[in-house]
């Protein structure tokens, strides 16, 4: 069971990243899934989460409107389109997997995280 | 969507038991049974420990537990160990489809 991140990178303020996580060895689309985010030297702090189907999508009000969490079910991908990006959304980001078939917070799965710098 | 509360340090010596207090709010914690706990070691992503508040995924240790009273959530280390130092992160549903983690905790074994 395995989730890689990628599509971090630098990127200016006010620019746009999409991040993409890649699922194997489990079907992908049985599970819900999230977005998850660590600052350098901070917590921990959920980001967004979607559905099975991807038809219901929850997301922290800071982010709200700035970003977009999807998934493609035949390529077993997850995605978080950020836009308008700010220097506080420098973060390394995961993706993570509900270890139950019901959305619960109960994350079992994690990619190993790709940086995010926003900086001019 | 307040970060739990979470103290910024505790430390045990081998063997013993300790234990990391979450306190929320009655519009997370208090309200529901969802609250997860994770461990960071440096450099490494999360691990699960505990979810639904009391329950293990297969391969933890049941040197840890989790327990919740009103508002707060806990998490008890016994026997404490050498690899058990990280940092350790609460995470509770708080309604509408969101979730809401912990300002973390970094154990020291001395």
């Known amino acids: 069971v395995q989730l890689v991140e990628s599509g971090g990178g630098v990127v200016q303020p006010g620019r746009s990243l999409r991040l993409s996580c890649a699922a194997s060895?489990?079907?992908?689309?049985?599970?819900?899934m999230h977005w998850v985010r660590q600052a350098p030297g901070k917590g921990l702090e959920w980001v967004a989460n979607?559905?099975?189907?991807?038809?219901?999508?929850y997301y922290v009000d800071s982010m709200k409107g700035r970003f977009t969490i999807s998934r493609d079910n035949s390529k077993n991908t997850l995605y978080l389109q950020m836009n308008s990006l700010r220097a506080e959304d420098t973060a390394v980001y995961y993706c993570?997997?509900?270890?139950?078939?019901?959305?619960?917070?109960?994350?079992?799965?994690w990619g190993q995280g790709t940086t995010v710098t926003v900086s001019s | 969507q307040s970060a739990l509360t979470q103290p910024a340090s505790v430390s045990g010596s081998p063997g013993q038991s300790i234990t990391i207090s979450c306190t929320g709010t009655s519009s997370d914690v208090g309200s529901y049974n969802l609250v997860s706990w994770y461990q960071q070691h440096p450099g490494k992503a999360p691990k699960l420990m505990i979810y639904?508040?009391?329950k293990r995924p297969s391969g933890v240790s049941n040197r840890f537990s989790g327990s919740k009273s009103g508002n707060t959530a806990s998490l008890t280390i016994s026997g404490l160990q050498a690899e058990d130092e990280a940092d350790y992160y609460c995470c509770s549903y708080a309604g509408s489809g969101t979730y809401v983690f912990g300002t973390g905790t970094k154990v020291t074994v001395l």
């Open positions: 979607i559905n099975q189907g991807g038809t219901e999508t």
């Open positions: 639904e508040g009391t």
């Open positions: 060895t489990f079907t992908f689309g049985r599970y819900p």
């Open positions: 993570a997997r509900e270890l139950s078939l019901l959305p619960a917070g109960s994350l079992d799965v």
